[in-house]
């Protein structure tokens, strides 16, 4: 079900048009602490995909409407919202961030609409080595980060506290962590474990300091290790093919007018 708040929302009105939308962030790996504990630093984060109408594509002026990409707050929810052609250049990069909005479980997901079914039944063919060199390019930013960190504007005054106590940045270090495990999964199975069910509670004990710097950064390496050595042996494709890409875009967006 969609979040009250956010159907009251007054939302840009081309956000509305949404296709597939769900939980991302610790919600969707299965991570996420309430407001109530005292090491909690978690938004509830939302993603939604859309598909604008007909008109703002193919009409008259089309070429400089530039809406494809929105994000705000709207009370305790973080709210990300791409446009289809957006979110499937993405898709095309590697990008994990958005990969993940395909890979949840079925009760992590608000809304599916037909044209989002059709989405989510090509995401395996989506898959390319550069989601598993994003993974882990982003694992060894986040390692870094960690202890190499700024106190940056994203940050609260209650996860400054934590990275002042425990000496390093806890949430960093969880990111970094539940991103090797997860480019360890598809490179084992093939497919994006997007649900922590296996290691959530270790990831858990990391993001609330219950681990020192030092464990954490010995895990780290340890799989770190592990992905690269896995990683040349990688079947998937170097990358996305394109003319799949373009077929599948169109489809989904003729379903979604169709839809409306």
């Not at 978690?42 to 994000?71: A, N, W």
């Not at 300091?209 to 030092?214: A, D, K, Q």
Request: hydrophobic fraction near 35%; charge should be neutral.
């Amino acid at each position: 079900m969609i979040p009250e708040e956010l159907e009251q929302a007054n939302l840009p009105a081309w956000t509305r048009y949404g296709i597939l939308e769900g939980y991302r962030g610790s919600h969707g790996h299965g991570t996420y602490i309430p407001s109530t504990e005292p090491n909690s630093v978690d938004d509830i984060d939302i993603f939604r995909v859309v598909v604008q109408p007909e008109e703002h594509y193919l009409g008259l002026g089309s070429y400089l409407k530039t809406q494809e990409h929105y994000e705000t707050f709207i009370g305790q929810y973080d709210v990300l919202v791409y446009d289809i052609r957006k979110f499937m250049h993405l898709l095309s990069k590697g990008n994990p961030n958005v990969h993940i909005f395909l890979w949840l479980r079925p009760e992590d997901y608000f809304k599916i609409t037909g044209a989002g079914e059709y989405l989510l039944s090509h995401r395996t063919e989506f898959l390319s080595q550069k989601v598993i060199q994003s993974f882990g390019g982003y694992a060894v930013s986040q390692l870094r980060r960690m202890t190499h960190f700024e106190y940056k504007g994203y940050m609260g005054d209650k996860r400054k506290a934590l990275v002042n106590q425990y000496g390093y940045d806890c949430k960093n270090a969880a990111h970094c962590i539940r991103l090797l495990a997860t480019a360890l999964d598809l490179l084992k199975t093939g497919n994006l474990v997007v649900y922590r069910e296996k290691d959530g509670e270790t990831l858990i004990e990391i993001k609330t300091g219950r681990w020192t710097l030092e464990r954490v950064k010995e895990y780290a390496n340890k799989l770190k290790m592990e992905f690269e050595s896995l990683a040349p042996l990688s079947t998937l494709p170097l990358s996305v093919n394109q003319k799949m890409l373009e077929d599948v875009l169109l489809k989904v967006m003729k379903l979604a007018w169709k839809e409306a």
